[in-house]
């Protein structure tokens, strides 16, 4: 799975850079996030079970939720015995939010309140986390490299469409921010593991 995960990780690469010169320096939405958040119903500002998910969801990239969802992965790891992912378990979604942190002055834009927020480090974070748990049921469950890729991209597909909603319905990110954090983090995670393990062994095909 070297190639598909390099491939990914070249493409979310290049992606994000079109969205980060796209919106630099910019401080409101654009057309794609009217239409997204639209298609959304808006932001939800009065207390409903919807706004109650998205806070659920918002909780879990603050650092108590942060540290809780990583320490649970890292554990998880251990018991499979599976080294290298317990390591990048803890790397790579802590590297993906540094990344977003420092890339937010660089690009400069802002949401209403004027707060830097593009790339969303909530979405980064919660995507690294399921890409690894993605990859820790593939290597445990044995997959084929078919069924594996499956599994890991329909991971960071609910995750990352899960804290899309969630950011954008609280208005804390425009979409696109939040696009770009789930981008981000399928750059960092693939490039750190190829690191780990050059060899990306943690999944046969």
């Known amino acids: 799975m070297r190639r598909p995960f390099f491939v990914l990780g070249v493409l979310a690469l290049l992606g994000f850079g079109v969205l980060a010169l796209r919106y630099a320096g910019t401080g409101t ?7 997204t958040l639209d298609a959304m119903g808006g932001t939800i500002f009065t207390p409903s079970p919807a706004r109650t998910v998205a806070l659920v969801i918002d909780r879990a990239g603050e650092p108590d939720g942060a540290v809780a969802l990583v320490g649970v992965l890292v554990v998880a790891c251990l018991l499979a015995r599976r080294w290298r992912l317990a390591v990048l378990a803890l790397a790579g979604p802590g590297l993906a939010v540094l990344a977003s942190t420092a890339l937010k002055p660089l690009v400069g834009r ?6 830097l927020a593009f790339p969303s480090g909530h979405t980064a974070f ?3 986390v399921a890409l690894v748990a993605g990859l820790l049921i593939v290597a445990a469950l044995r997959l084929g490299r078919d069924i594996g890729l499956l599994v890991v991209l329909g991971s960071v597909a609910v995750a990352g469409a899960a804290m ?3 950011q954008t319905v609280l208005f804390s990110h425009y979409p696109t921010d939040t696009l770009g954090g ?3 983090a399928l750059a960092v995670v693939p490039s750190l593991a190829r ?3 050059r060899d ?6």
């Open 195 to 197: 690191v780990i393990d």
């Open 182 to 184: 789930f981008l981000l």
């Open 29 to 35: 939405p654009g057309r794609v996030d009217r239409w």
């Open 126 to 128: 919660l995507t690294a």
């Open 164 to 166: 899309s909603w969630a």
């Open 200 to 205: 990306f062994s943690v999944i046969r095909a």
């Open 110 to 115: 802002t949401v209403a309140t004027g707060e």
